[in-house]
């Protein structure tokens, strides 16, 4: 018997036809027609010629055929009365008259689930698997569901896959099989199943974020961009395009980052946070002058807005247009007296414009207002050694470490260690260097902003060797390495202290000691990408232990792979085994991302030279006397 596909989802049959005879049989009929049926088992009459008993046998079936579907009709009346435990039991009889019909024993296994008699179900939907007839997806779904109530995940996923197989455009059943490896903690499969849920369900926000985290957990970095792009497209909700630009923000892909915003911006012209973003995007990317008139388009707009004005007056102190930026910051501060930031650049416009009263009283306020950012503590130190007060600036570092815990001892070696990047930073930079439009800031000129911390920034890069440090930049150095020990002696192998310690070292050009704190740091952390590159950097530049080196600044690239930074490293081992080729494949991947660092194109000059391309390296080292006016190498090379 082939039911009516209807009836497996509880529709009423048909009243025409085979329908309405059986609706007009008598109880009595029925009730001799199973007598009749009852004695044809019974009988052993002789075996009568085959075509008659073909006949025969064909009446037989027919007549099991109509007492199955009386009986399924009447357990579909007593449904709609309420009677579901006696139209279970009319389902059952309907089965043992029909054994034959897949939908009537699929149909059988629903309901003896639905009514919790799962061993029942169990027994008979593996029954219906085995009947005449290839299963479809929804019977490969029914038999994995029972598996699954009892218990039985392992199983109930091979029948799931099973179904999948037949029809991987069923929404539902992707989103279990989905749930189920979730639920197994198998990130893989789980991501596998997503990915071809996420375009049937017009990619829900919840659902894509938590398939970026996951791509980011297996290392599929590339995926994610790929993702939120895909999504964006698809749905067009710009938070996806959001995303997409943290994602490259975080990757330094900055040219990357600024398409995106500038898609964004122009998909929604009434919203001007997607303007802001863009302006800041441009000075990522290298192209200040088109931040400053991206600035200046908001600010018409807007007069007044401090969103726009503060990172306007910092691009102005940035390009050193001090006098415009004092303006913009006293304004700042009649609105805002309380934002220690704005004083920050007031007192660092005065030291600029050589304003004493100004710096020393605007640094001082900001390290009253906030006394816990250790740049405003380095600033104003490093005002009193410019200024030849030098025993005040020792004196003023040392009131701010008061206190004997671990991260007051902490903070003084970020202290003591900024003043002397900031010492060096103004022997090597000449008086007008802020005149030069193409100047990048200070590394502590910008606290609390969107740059990396300096230190973070010089793990990412390796530091060029220094060449020319002087005796005070030195004692500044050296203290805060004490400091940094001073806080391992109380706090043990904290990470962070060790990470610091191993920079000061090197930056101090001890890198034997730099590399052996860095190897302890790797034990304690080795899932840190910018600790594995930072290590695998320096043994780079030490030319020593190239293969460990190599495997360290790999695995970087595995957390990270579209980092410019670590593919600098990559780039710089290929040339320490001479490999020029695949040197300049990996820089210049770099340079894509991280197109004005000095470090990066110092790199790719050299590698152009050993590949005999004089004039193009020529290039690149005229390219970083105009970020850096003062670059040794630069300059005699190009004399």
Not at 164 to 175: A, M, P, R, S
Not at 266 to 294: C, F, V
Not at 440 to 447: E, L, M, S, T
Not at 541 to 557: Q, S, T
């Amino acid at each position: 018997m082939v039911l009516n596909p209807r009836h497996r989802d509880g529709a009423s049959p048909s009243s025409g036809g085979i329908t309405s005879f059986f609706t007009a049989l008598s109880l009595s009929g029925l009730a001799l027609l199973l007598g009749a049926c009852a004695t044809a088992r019974k009988a052993d009459p002789v075996k009568p010629a085959t075509a008659e008993a073909d006949r025969n046998q064909e009446i037989h079936n027919e007549q099991r055929a109509f007492i199955a579907h009386e009986f399924f009709l009447r357990a579909r009346q007593q449904e709609m009365e309420g009677n579901d435990a006696v139209a279970l039991s009319y389902f059952q009889i309907a089965y043992e008259y029909d054994p034959d019909s897949r939908d009537l024993c699929f149909l059988l296994t629903d309901k003896l689930k639905a009514a919790g008699k799962m061993d029942s179900a169990l027994v008979t939907g593996m029954r219906c698997l085995e009947l005449k007839g290839k299963p479809d997806s929804r019977e490969y779904q029914a038999v994995a569901e029972i598996h699954l109530r009892k218990g039985d995940i392992p199983t109930a996923l091979s029948f799931y896959n099973k179904a999948v197989e037949l029809d991987d455009q069923d929404k539902d059943l992707l989103y279990t099989l989905a749930t189920l490896y979730e639920s197994l903690k198998d990130v893989p499969k789980h991501v596998a199943v997503m990915e071809k849920l996420l375009p049937r369900i017009e990619y829900p926000v919840r659902l894509v974020e938590k398939q970026g985290q996951n791509y980011r957990l297996l290392g599929r970095v590339d995926a994610v961009a790929s993702l939120y792009r895909t999504a964006w497209e698809k749905t067009g909700n710009p938070l996806f395009g959001e995303k997409l630009a943290s994602f490259y923000e975080d990757q330094e892909m900055y040219a990357s980052l600024l398409d995106v915003l500038r898609k964004l911006a122009q998909e929604n012209p009434e919203n001007l946070h997607y303007e802001l973003q863009k302006a800041r995007a441009l000075i990522l990317a290298g192209k200040p002058d088109s931040a400053m008139t991206a600035y200046e388009g908001l600010i018409k707009k807007s007069p007044e807005e401090r969103e726009f004005l503060s990172p306007y007056a910092t691009l102005l102190f940035e390009r050193g247009r001090y006098p415009e930026a004092r303006e913009i910051f006293q304004k700042l501060i009649k609105s805002q007296p309380e934002n220690p930031i704005n004083h920050f650049f007031l007192g660092s416009i005065g030291m600029e414009l050589r304003d004493r009263p100004l710096a020393e009283t605007e640094l001082k306020k900001a390290i009253d207002l906030d006394a816990k950012v250790p740049e405003y503590w380095a600033k104003l130190a490093s005002f009193y050694i410019r200024d030849g007060q030098e025993q005040k600036a020792v004196d003023l570092l040392a009131k701010m470490g008061e206190g004997k815990d671990w991260y007051a001892s902490y903070i003084q070696g970020i202290v003591f260690t900024q003043v002397a990047k900031k010492l060096e930073s103004d022997r090597r930079s000449e008086p007008d260097r802020r005149s030069d439009s193409d100047k990048k800031p200070d590394a502590i000129g910008k606290p609390g902003g969107d740059r990396k911390s300096d230190s973070v920034r010089a793990a990412q890069l390796g530091n060029p060797h220094d060449t020319g440090m002087t005796a005070q930049t030195r004692r500044f150095r050296e203290q805060g390495v004490e400091y940094f020990r001073k806080a391992l002696e109380l706090e043990g192998n904290n990470r962070r202290v060790l990470f610091e310690l191993g920079v000061a070292l090197e930056q101090l050009n001890k890198r034997a000691e730099s590399i052996e704190v860095m190897k302890k740091l790797v034990k304690l952390d080795s899932g840190d990408a910018t600790i594995l590159n930072y290590l695998g950097y320096m043994l780079v530049e030490e030319n020593r232990e190239l293969d460990y080196a190599g495997n360290l600044i790999e695995r970087a690239l595995t957390l990270e792979p579209e980092n410019g930074a670590f593919l600098d490293s990559k780039g710089w081992l290929y040339y320490r085994r001479n490999d020029f080729p695949k040197a300049r494949k990996f820089i210049e991947m770099a340079v894509t991302r991280i197109p004005q660092d000095t470090t990066i194109l110092e790199h790719y000059a050299l590698i152009l030279e050993k590949l005999g391309l004089s004039d193009q390296a020529g290039e690149k080292w005229r390219q970083i006397l105009k970020l850096d006016p003062a670059h040794e190498l630069a300059h005699r090379k190009l004399n």
